[in-house]
């Protein structure tokens, strides 16, 4: 007998489709879960999950985060839906996350571990993104309305705090800052070991030979991460001996500008390469940097890596068949959000909870750093 060559998705998203046709699946019944689904088809999860997201595209089910999939009515409205005796034994759990904006694949990375945990806890999660502390600030006051039970929030670069999250804190509502954390004010948070970068990323340009080294940082602000960074970078370049001279860092070039500029910083960067031509190699705090340093540098007629080395935080993105064209340091940023939601777990069951998590970071070599491996100088003999 021939074998059907459809995908295994398309094969269990028309079983399902026929058991909802057939009525052996009525309107507002739960389907089998993804554990028999697996187990019946023996089929990994992603297999699944792809059916029924079709399903679920179709308009044939609904998902309820934690409860499971259901069949919905061809007719099915929102006053429908929640008088459904389904519904109605449900007991939702929201909790609300406040990201950054979908720049890069950053804020995806770290949704998506927020968005597994959340999951896997039975959370109902609301997102939305923002540009603003004053958006900042409106989210957190809508989503706590809305009956949010604690939120996550990714706080916007400011030179000030951000009144609500203060606020939050002083009236002891459950939240979470995730990759960044406010300096003197103790709150629960989830970063990575930006120190453990900076310092890491400095070893490793200092293990290819490199003793002047430039920073580039555009970022203002009170919360960003960029001050550990430069701090880890700082610390190892003292440690080791390494010359350190004001006149290489090129910091908070938006000083002057309401928002990041790309002409701006490039124009910055541009300046600051021509008044500093000993420098072998830069080390960008933030990915957008190390782009407009990179740029800059092409059109100064600087060889990447020959003539100048650029070492980013965080992934720009960019690469060819082979390799990242940037070599960078990257934050596990799924464990990031996913750590996020165990933690705003616990402090909602016990408000007294307080505690910072560090996650640690891994460097990645790429072209821009001529794809060298990194060997620690503890690990050399």
């Known amino acids: 007998m021939e074998q059907n060559k459809k995908p295994l998705y398309v094969q269990i998203r028309e079983y399902i489709r026929e058991q909802i046709d057939s009525g052996v699946l009525k309107e507002g019944d739960q389907i089998p879960t993804e554990a028999e689904l697996m187990a019946h088809f023996k089929v990994s999860r992603v297999t699944i999950t792809t059916a029924i997201k079709h399903l679920v595209k179709e308009g044939l089910v609904f998902r309820i985060a934690g409860k499971g999939t259901f069949v919905r009515a061809s007719d099915m409205n929102m006053n429908m839906y929640l008088d ?23 804020t995806y990375r770290l949704l998506y ?26 989210a957190i ?9 604690g939120l ?7 030179e000030s705090y951000n009144d609500e999250i ?26 990575s070991d930006h120190y453990q970068g900076g310092g ?26 960029a001050e550990e960074r430069f701090r880890g970078y700082l610390d190892f370049a003292r440690h080791k001996m390494l010359q350190v001279e004001p006149r290489h860092w090129l910091t908070r070039m938006d000083d002057d500008m309401p928002y990041h500029d790309e002409i701006n910083s490039m124009d910055h960067i541009r300046e600051w390469l021509t008044n500093n031509p000993d420098l072998t190699a830069v080390f960008a ?20 890596p020959e003539d100048l080395v650029i070492l980013s935080f965080d992934d720009p993105g960019m690469q060819d068949l082979h390799h990242h064209f940037f ?8 464990e990031v959000g996913t750590r996020a939601v165990d933690l705003l777990s616990d402090t909602i069951h016990d408000p007294a909870t307080l505690r910072q998590i560090k996650i640690p970071v891994t460097l990645r070599p790429g072209n821009s750093t001529g794809n060298k491996a990194f060997i620690a100088y503890s690990d050399k003999r």
């Open 84 to 106: 459904s005796p389904h519904v109605k034994e449900i007991n939702i759990k929201m909790i609300g996350f406040i990201m950054l904006p979908f720049w890069d694949s950053f």
């Open 113 to 138: 571990g927020v968005e597994e945990a959340c999951r896997e806890a039975g959370y109902t999660l609301i997102v939305k993104s923002v540009f603003t502390q004053g958006e900042e600030q409106t």
């Open 141 to 149: 006051r809508e989503m706590v309305a809305a009956g949010a039970m």
């Open 152 to 158: 996550i929030i990714c706080p916007v670069d400011g």
């Open 166 to 191: 203060l606020q939050l804190r002083s009236s002891n509502f459950p939240f979470v800052l995730v990759d960044r954390f406010l300096p003197g004010i103790q709150t629960n948070a989830v970063y």
């Open 200 to 225: 890491m990323g400095t070893e490793y340009l200092a293990s290819l030979g490199h003793r002047k080294i430039g920073i580039v940082s555009s970022v203002k602000s009170k919360t960003s991460s």
């Open 285 to 304: 705090l933030n990915p957008l940097d190390a782009v407009y340093v990179a740029k800059v540098a092409e059109s100064m007629n600087f060889r990447i």
């Open 327 to 334: 070599g960078f340091i990257e934050q596990n940023l799924e």
